[in-house]
DNA sequence: CGGATTTGACCAGCGC
DNA sequence: GCGCTGGTCAAATCCG
């Protein structure tokens, strides 16, 4: 029951990971005894101050305020990706992706939190669901821009999933912080309906000290048994992800209504984003550690 | 004393 | 089949 992230959670083990000297620390959900709910903490091997979180199930509990709090980041850049699917929209409060990754880049820690497998979805998504494709996220109550990247897969004749590729940037136009709080959601989609989401967002309700005004999400559905990026290898997921984070900065934003400075905010969170060592290890140890997973079958 | 953490053992999956 | 690795169990230990 340490690192309050808004769950109660038991340690119930811990092993020195291979590549990585420090021990990676296994805990559970305690608010519920049945609750299935799992996370793995581990420091990213690069940046000590960098912790990397993977949650793995999915609570059959209702959250505390805190942690919906905090979870809520994450599944609202996720609903904006869903958003942007379709138009049906009744049952899109559960989003298909379900391993989602937070960096939380705190001035002296960072953390790196991955969801896996709907954890938060279920009581969360619905409160935070947009039911309009809508890119301008006001639920979380940051202005959202959203880079659509959407590639739709020709080969795939289903329709019953979203299908596409898309990327959510998320800029906090709240006061504070000179901690620049962006916030990016990089969808992906592969044929089967498989789902992957990056982003990075911005966390105001911060219900963990060591957690940061900054973070990134990884989403990514595991209830669909195929692994994400299984054809990707380390270097190419990278390079994807840098590639999208460099030129989010020339991409022309979809912005719906406004907001002729977010031009600008972009820019300036961009460079903030690329230029920091911190986030860019942690992204790419987590990613590195994620792809890794997919790769051997998660 | 009860609950949380530590830590070595055990097990399953995977690659060779 | 064997060894390696990651994940889990459970007894021992710690701590409030």
Known sequence: MQMNDGCQWRKYGQKIAKGNPCPRAYYRCTVSPSCPVRKQVQRCIDDMSILITT???????????????????TSAAASMLQSRSTTSS?????????????????????????????????????????????????????????????????????????RYSSTCLSFSSSSSSSALPWNIATSYNNNNGYFTNYGIMSQQNKPNPIVGSHGLVINNDRSHSKPPFQEANNSLYQSYLKNIISTSSTTTATTHNHQQSLTETIAAATKAITSNPKFQSALAAALTSFVGKGESGL
Request: proline share 11%; no cysteine; charged share 5%.
């Open 90 to 162: 009744s049952n899109n409060q559960f989003l298909p992706g379900g391993l989602s990754s937070n960096f939380f880049a705190g001035p002296s820690t960072t953390s790196a939190t991955l969801f896996q497998s709907s954890n938060i979805r279920q009581p969360l998504a619905q409160q935070f669901y947009f039911p309009n494709n809508t890119s301008i996220s006001t639920t979380t109550s940051h202005p959202t821009v959203t880079l659509d990247l959407t590639v739709p897969n020709p080969s795939s004749s289903s329709h019953l999933g979203p």
């Open 55 to 73: 949650y793995e199930g999915t609570h059959n509990h209702p959250l505390p305020v805190s942690a919906t709090a905090m979870a809520s980041t």
